[in-house]
């Protein structure tokens, strides 16, 4: 220990931690200009050319090269696959290669291994040409104000600093290659186990498998660094980088976890095929020595080509398993809507009684979701969250891919020898699925005012506040005894519904009148009344969804003869005009529930 301390002075220290925290700081800033040069076209390569796996591959490996982190590509499809405009077999063939583009920075650091008395070759040196670099930089960025050329500075200035650290870094561990401990250490992680986690955990905590990889580099100085100490350190450092991805997945949608899993699987799997191969071409090769290269000393170059090679192996072996990769992930995080889709059976339309009652749960999956993105809508105006907004999507997709299907399933059962009844149920299934959709589709309405309202940092008054609260209590109800009358086909429940329908009409011109007269006195702007109409637009429709689901129950359970089944609109127009004392009870009780506390106000 003596010794060490004699050989690794505090400075060589205190030299590792700035080069690691320049490295760190330089890809950061070369990222960001890369960024801001793409101006979003990046993204837009992504979105266009994801179609065909191979070309997929290949746009993710260049993305990942230029932006120099597969966690941004990974979290960029992240972003595509929960906006719907990417499906999640999409990503596989970009993720596959952003693990390949990833390994563009280690083999730009490999001129660190250039030696030559030429001058020019000379120059491409880290040390020489990392200070140049970051000179034309800083001048770009510091005495440009703006454009191109600004940004290209910041993205010389992130590429010097980058090479600059990497000499720093080669030169402040450079004294530990003649300590025995240090030497010992590196031994221990020949075992392949602990060379993994300890690959893995490094990268983990730098969040950048680049980082950890530039800083692997840099330890070659020492001459410690043999192919099988590097070798499971290397197939570490890739599960490593999946930390970044995971971390961001958590608490956000089940696509965005699906897509985190998927890098995941992606690099353990490649991981325990090549440990697989690569110890046993050496447990077989013992006799003749093992393999040759097994304990050859390796160099910047050297991890360069191997993590290079790993990646565009992982890649070959694991392509053609793509539709495999995505179905372990669907395992793994599986969705409800799975559920809702074996329903729908097609070995029950034979049977059409039992093919009518899966359609049924079906289209209450439907129900269910359409209520949870009210739910999910009308809380963002209270308090935005992205994450709920992406989750709002998915629902939302789900809840058009459920329509697409259940409409196939009962066009198709049509064609088979229906009763007059089961005809009925058919009409009735086509009509609530199709309510239900118009509900989701209204939530989404209410979701993108509550972003516009958190973009431009718009907010109502407490009143106008207060008024939208009962108006969103009122419909929210209104679509809990929707959602049970028809899963429970109760008609006592649906004939609540009508009554709380007419409450929120009233509710609805009443707080459009107050907010006009708001605007007029000018305690409202245009841009707060315009969303606020808006508001109530969708918040009535959603209701006057719920009105014609819960119609479909009363039309159902009705004895025969009975208006509602002959002249629905005459039902409606006799509810509304004191023919029933229980409808006008139900009506005055759910008036004086939300018109008072705004009454109060």
């Known amino acids: 220990m003596k010794y060490w301390r004699q050989t690794v002075s505090i400075y060589d220290v205190i030299s590792l931690l700035g080069a690691i925290a320049t490295f760190l700081f330089g890809m950061n800033t070369m990222t960001s200009g890369l960024e ?53 077999e999409q990503t596989v063939g970009i993720i596959m290669g952003a693990n390949i583009g990833t390994t563009i920075t280690a083999q730009i650091l490999r001129l660190g291994d250039i030696s030559s008395d030429n001058l020019l070759l000379s120059m491409m040196r880290p040390e020489y040409f990392g200070p140049i ?155 003749a020595g093992g393999l040759p290269f097994w304990s050859a000393t ?7 080509s191997f993590h290079t090679f790993f990646n565009i192996g992982c890649t070959l072996l694991l392509l053609p398993f793509h539709k495999q ?20 059976d097609e070995r029950f ?25 009210y739910r999910i809508s009308v809380s963002l105006l209270s308090q935005y969250d992205a994450k709920k907004v992406e989750l709002l999507r998915e629902n939302e997709d789900t809840l058009d891919k459920l ?87 109760s008609r006592e429940l649906a004939f609540q519904v009508e009554p709380l329908e007419e409450v929120v009409d009233l509710l609805r011109d009443e707080l459009k009148n107050r907010h006009i007269e708001r605007f007029k006195t000018g305690a409202c702007t245009i841009e707060q009344g315009t969303q606020f109409l808006e508001l109530l637009i969708n918040l009535e429709r959603v209701s006057d969804h719920c009105s014609n689901v819960a119609l479909q129950i009363l039309r159902r359970t009705a004895p025969k003869n009975d208006l509602v089944l002959t002249d629905t609109h005459a039902y409606l127009h006799q509810l509304h005009h004191g023919s029933s004392q229980s409808f006008d009870e139900l009506f005055t009780a759910y008036r004086n529930k939300y018109m008072s506390p705004i009454d109060a106000a």
């Open 133 to 287: 670099m970051a000179v034309v930089g800083i001048v770009l960025y510091m005495f440009i104000k703006s454009g191109k050329k600004r940004i290209v500075g910041q993205l010389l200035l992130g590429l010097g600093l980058l090479f600059i650290s990497m000499h720093t870094m080669t030169a402040a561990v450079a004294p530990l290659q003649d300590v025995p401990e240090f030497r010992n250490l590196f031994v221990a992680f020949s075992n392949p186990l602990l060379g993994i986690m300890v690959g893995a955990l490094v990268t983990a905590l730098l969040q950048s498998s680049t980082a950890s990889v530039g800083i692997l580099q840099a330890l070659t100085s020492t001459g410690v660094i043999t192919f099988n100490i590097a070798f499971p350190i290397i197939m570490g450092q890739n599960i490593g980088t999946c930390i970044t991805t995971l971390i961001s997945s958590i608490g956000a949608s089940r696509n965005a976890r699906r897509t985190a899993m998927l890098h995941l699987y992606f690099n353990v799997i490649g991981t325990l095929v090549f440990l697989a191969a690569i110890y046993g071409a050496q447990l077989a090769m013992t006799p």
């Open 36 to 88: 801001k040069l793409s101006s979003g076209r990046l993204e837009s390569i992504l979105e266009r050319l994801t179609n065909n796996l191979f070309m997929s591959v290949l746009i993710g490996a260049l993305v990942t090269g230029l932006v120099h982190s597969s966690a941004a590509t990974t979290i960029m499809c992240v972003g595509f696959v929960n906006s719907g405009i990417m499906k999640l």
């Open 349 to 373: 339309l034979a049977t059409p009684a039992v093919a009518l009652e899966r359609a049924h749960d079906a289209v209450v999956h439907m129900g269910t979701l359409a209520r949870d993105n």
């Open 403 to 489: 329509e697409g299907a259940l409409d196939n399933y009962l066009v198709r059962l049509s064609d088979h020898s229906l009763s007059a009844q089961e005809s009925t149920q058919v009409s009735e299934l086509l009509h609530t699925l199709s309510d239900f959709e118009r509900m989701g589709d209204y939530s989404v309405n209410i979701s993108e005012s509550a972003t516009v309202l958190h973009d431009r940092g718009i907010s109502f008054t407490e009143t106008a506040q207060r008024e939208l609260s009962a108006l969103t209590d009122a419909v929210g109800e209104a679509l809990d005894k929707t959602l049970d009358c028809y899963t429970n086909r």
């Open 298 to 304: 390796m160099n910047m170059g050297d991890i360069a």
């Open 325 to 344: 990769l995505v179905r372990l992930v669907e395992r793994t995080v599986p969705g409800d809507e799975n559920r809702a889709f074996t329903m729908l």
